[in-house]
T-cell receptor, first 117, second 113 residues
Framework: DSGVTQTPKHLITATGQRVTLRCSPRSGDLSVYWYQQSLDQGLQFLIQYYNGEERAKGNILERFSAQQFPDLHSELNLSSLELGDSALYFC????????????????FGSGTRLTVV | AQTVTQSQPEMSVQEAETVTLSCTYDTSESNYYLFWYKQPPSRQMILVIRQEAYKQQNATENRFSVNFQKAAKSFSLKISDSQLGDTAMYFCAFMKPGNDMRFGAGTRLTVKP
């Protein structure tokens, strides 16, 4: 157990629907990152939060949004789902402020496998 | 923008032998961090080793070591005494201070008995 908790582990939904993925960071970590991994591909950065504030955006579609709550858990909302959104979605956390660049690396959750049918 | 290139999509090695996975990156920064992550069939992302660019000494973690060549922008991973449990996808990653981590496309390593 890495300490980063993602729910649900698996999700099957239909095209056009909306889903919410949840992440609880490791205890003490203030930064949360979301990544998308399509089948047998590398990880694509989506968005980053630090202590409730959005810090950076990657290639995140307008149909996707996220937030980090006061208790530091984060949610990734995916709407108007398409077949191509099927992927493994990872949440990761780190202890430091991204702006200070501690460079300790991220701790990853086990991911949410999203299948859009 | 920083890019990370892993030129070997797949590799295989016999159990107990040594294998080296390649990674190159492109950046104009002088201060940054490099990582190797392992993703076994369980899909969990596991940090294997990290290197700070301002440190010349190559990082080592048990059977895993790196060959960091800053001028060549190369960061290879050497796995010694390969074990069946080392079978996994291996991702090289780059992080500039203040930015998110960027990953290469990965190398699928198979350890054969």
């Amino acid at each position: 157990d890495s300490g980063v908790t993602q729910t649900p582990k698996h999700l099957i939904t239909a095209t056009g629907q909306r889903v919410t993925l949840r992440c609880s960071p490791r205890s003490g970590d203030l930064s949360v990152y979301w990544y998308q991994q399509s089948l047998d591909q590398g990880l694509q950065f989506l968005i980053q939060y630090y202590n409730g504030e959005e810090r950076a955006k990657g290639n995140i579609l307008e149909r996707f949004s996220a937030q980090q709550f006061p208790d530091l858990h984060s949610e990734l909302n995916l709407s108007s789902l398409e077949l191509g959104d099927s992927a493994l979605y990872f949440c990761a956390s780190s202890v430091g402020d991204p702006g200070q660049g501690a460079g300790y690396g991220y701790t990853f959750g086990s991911g949410t496998r999203l299948t859009v049918v | 923008a920083q890019t990370v290139t892993q030129s070997q999509p797949e590799m295989s090695v016999q159990e107990a032998e040594t294998v080296t996975l390649s990674c190159t990156y492109d950046t104009s920064e002088s201060n940054y961090y490099l990582f190797w992550y392992k993703q076994p069939p369980s899909r969990q992302m596991i940090l294997v080793i990290r290197q700070e660019a301002y440190k010349q000494q190559n990082a080592t973690e048990n059977r895993f070591s790196v060959n960091f060549q800053k001028a060549a922008k190369s960061f290879s991973l050497k796995i010694s005494d390969s074990q069946l449990g080392d079978t996994a996808m291996y991702f090289c990653a780059f992080m500039k201070p203040g930015n998110d981590m960027r990953f290469g496309a990965g190398t699928r390593l198979t350890v054969k008995p």
